[in-house]
């Protein structure tokens, strides 16, 4: 949705510049006239604070790289090292740390307007999957950086984790063994991820631009999930949208600064300050708090659990298999919810029905995330099965059908004219 | 800050006691563990410092009764200054101990007092001599103790001074296991390391069992956090720039959409 406008007139060196590589005019085409229903919310300032938190944790992840040693005997002291001896390492290792946690938070919430206002829906459904490439890049980032600090939750939720390889029948092992560059997570595995979540940011800021150069061909959605159809429904990106940004950009680092100043470690958990011991196993092991409505599903296949058993046990699959498959595919699923939504309208505000589903949907995943950091016993288990079923059952299920049997609500003629339909 | 004869054979003492046998895989199997009551410590909260008085106590504690057995890797000896202590006051305090050097241009490994850039000695030469004293598991090092473990202060403060002579009814510990409410399983192999006037305070303070376990989690809160008062101080002018910028901001956003019709 490239601005009509006629491009700005420069003068003097940037002209000089502009007129050989047209960087300038390309900017300016891109983010200021660049034109943006007038009317998003502030749901729609989530995907420029997730760039910067990208912008961030790269910077901070270059300083750390400097001073953080990948080897089992001394990564452990290195960080520690940073936290006290370094100048300002405490604060550079505060902010990558819960950088961590915001990516997510902010992530999460963007996905969460995408599906509830239909962000995914033609012609945006290449930008939608894009979203979850860059969703699962992050996962596994994130995943290899909490290895890092080779603590306690660093070495067994990498053990776990990679273990969950080993359920595939036959090439399990070998790929286990090959992801470990040995018999256990070792030395060999601490170098290869330390490598790797050196190198995968740098992939996400790729994906990322082509994120965004696949946007800035439609354009922005909106809350009402209609077309522009005209100027007098658009505003320009700068100064508009960019003064918006600008307070969604302040409160994110209220926030922010509020983990990094006063709660540092209040995400992260306390076996992480306790040196890897492969002797030692921790009495619960769980994953970071951004993967735990995930852990949840993976683990809600269990061998005695009756859907299991009736749809899956009795003709050779295992438990393992099951919870693993269900769980990369409870991922997957996302990339295919543009076809998987057979509903032609977009936006959950004129979808009477749907709309409840999504907020059912939010609340399912947030139990998922609960129960994924509880023990794996007990009621915790029953619950965790249910959601994990619902998960599915809405994605699967009651999104098509919903889609097809919903009457939407009428949507409005313009988004300058928010009224129904005028009767002109 | 000088070692008494007395405290000295106590830390021996304790040694001896401490050589208990750990139980086997008791913590990883624990039942849940009690939430230890929340304490009043002087670093809660936003403007939260420590109380280096009682850090200063705490110290002492740790090198007259916890040093018997536990590490404290992390520490040099130059980071007290940070606790009210004077470099004078550093460099004396390190040379009390002893560390192992070298190898000098003979080839030789040689022992000399410790020094401000030398790193806490630690009570024994590696974790498998400590394992090999303290009946087969070695005592964690006390560095970051308070950052590693659930509810860190209350739990330590609760831990030292949670200890039951007699057991409740029905419990039978096994041999070297000691009852306390709040480790989780309840047997510890770490005998009671605090008694009354288990240490002679400088300043005169009556050494309780409460009150050195209070000074030993001020001083274990410093270890584990060395930064945490540069960090809150830096906290409050970020958020009073952010607040601003959030105003200026909001400021800038009405300005600019109040023209649009």
């Known amino acids: 949705m490239q601005s009509n406008e006629p491009g700005p007139e420069f003068t003097g060196v940037v002209k000089w510049i502009d007129r050989r590589l047209p960087i300038f005019t390309m900017m300016s085409k891109e983010y200021q006239q660049f034109p943006v229903p007038r009317n998003l919310n502030y749901f729609w300032s989530f995907g420029a604070l997730a760039s910067i938190t990208l912008i961030v944790m790269i910077a901070t992840g270059i300083f750390l790289a400097m001073q953080y040693q990948p080897n089992t005997e001394l990564a452990f002291n290195s960080v520690e090292r940073i936290m006290r001896d370094v100048n300002y390492g405490w604060l550079i290792r505060y902010i990558h740390m819960n950088g961590a946690s915001m990516f997510f938070i902010v992530v999460y919430i963007h996905i969460f307007r995408g599906i509830y206002y239909g962000s995914y829906k033609e012609p945006r459904e290449l930008l939608w999957i894009l979203g979850v490439i860059i969703l699962i890049l992050m996962m596994a980032t994130a995943f290899m950086g909490y290895v890092l600090p080779w603590g306690q939750m660093s070495l067994w939720g990498a053990t776990v984790i990679t273990n969950l390889f080993s359920a595939f029948p036959i090439i399990g092992e070998p790929i286990v063994t090959w992801l470990w560059g040995g018999f256990a997570v070792d030395n060999a595995t601490l170098n290869r991820f330390f490598a790797l979540h050196y190198l995968l940011p740098f992939v996400i800021f790729a994906v990322v631009f082509l994120h965004i150069a696949a946007l800035h061909i439609p354009g922005s959605n909106n809350p009402d999930g209609i077309d522009p159809k005209g100027p007098q429904d658009t505003v320009n990106f700068h100064p508009y949208m960019t003064a918006k940004d600008m307070i969604g950009i302040a409160v994110f680092l209220l926030v922010y600064a509020g983990l990094v100043f006063y709660a540092p470690n209040f995400l992260g958990h306390p076996d992480n300050y306790i040196p890897a011991n492969p002797l030692v196993t921790p009495p619960h092991i769980v994953p970071e708090w951004y993967f735990l409505p995930f852990y949840a599903i993976l683990r809600s296949f269990v061998a005695d659990w009756w859907f299991f058993q009736v749809f899956l046990g009795w003709w050779g699959m295992t438990a393992k298999l099951a919870g693993v498959l269900a769980m990369f595919g409870s991922l997957i699923l996302l990339a295919v919810l543009p076809w998987l939504d057979t509903s032609r309208v977009r936006s959950c505000k004129y979808r009477p029905v749907y709309k409840w589903l999504v907020f059912l949907f939010v609340i399912d995943f947030a139990i998922l995330g609960y129960v994924g950091g509880k023990p794996a016993e007990g009621w915790y288990v029953v619950v965790a099965q249910w959601a994990t079923l619902y998960y599915f059952f809405h994605l699967l299920i009651l999104t098509p059908f919903v889609g097809w049997m919903e009457r939407p609500k009428p949507l409005p003629a313009s988004i300058s004219q928010p009224a129904v339909a005028p009767a002109e | ?261």
């Open chain 2, 1 to 261: 800050m000088s070692m008494s004869i007395k405290s000295r054979m106590i830390g021996r003492a304790l040694l001896g006691a401490a050589m208990a046998l750990m139980i086997g895989g008791g913590s990883a199997q624990a039942a849940e563990s009690i939430v230890p009551p929340s304490q009043d410590w002087s670093f809660n909260g936003v403007f939260g410092t420590f109380d280096k008085a009682s850090a200063q106590r705490g110290l002492k504690v740790y090198k007259e009764v916890c040093s018997a057995c536990h590490s404290m890797n992390l520490m040099y000896y130059r980071n007290i200054t940070a606790l009210g202590y004077s470099e004078d006051q550093a460099k004396a305090f390190a040379a009390q101990y002893e560390t192992t050097d070298g190898p000098n241009d003979d080839g030789d490994y040689f022992t000399r007092p410790a020094l401000p850039s030398d790193r806490f000695v630690a009570p024994f030469e590696n974790e498998k001599a400590a394992a090999a004293s303290n009946g087969g598991k070695a005592p964690p090092d006390l560095s970051l103790m308070v950052k590693a473990r659930m509810n860190g202060a209350d739990y330590v403060y609760a831990l030292l001074t949670g200890y039951k002579e007699v057991p409740p009814e029905g419990v039978t510990l096994p041999p070297g296991a000691h009852y306390n409410e709040y480790f989780p399983g309840h047997q510890i192999a770490m005998a009671p390391p605090l008694f009354e006037d288990a240490v002679e305070y400088d300043d005169g303070t009556p050494a309780t069992v409460e009150q050195m376990a209070k000074d030993l989690v001020n001083f274990l809160a410093w270890t584990a956090e060395p930064e945490m008062e540069d960090r809150k101080g830096m906290g409050v002018k970020v958020f009073l720039f952010l607040l601003v910028f959030l105003g200026l901001a909001i400021a800038n956003k009405k300005r600019l959409w109040a023209k649009l019709h």
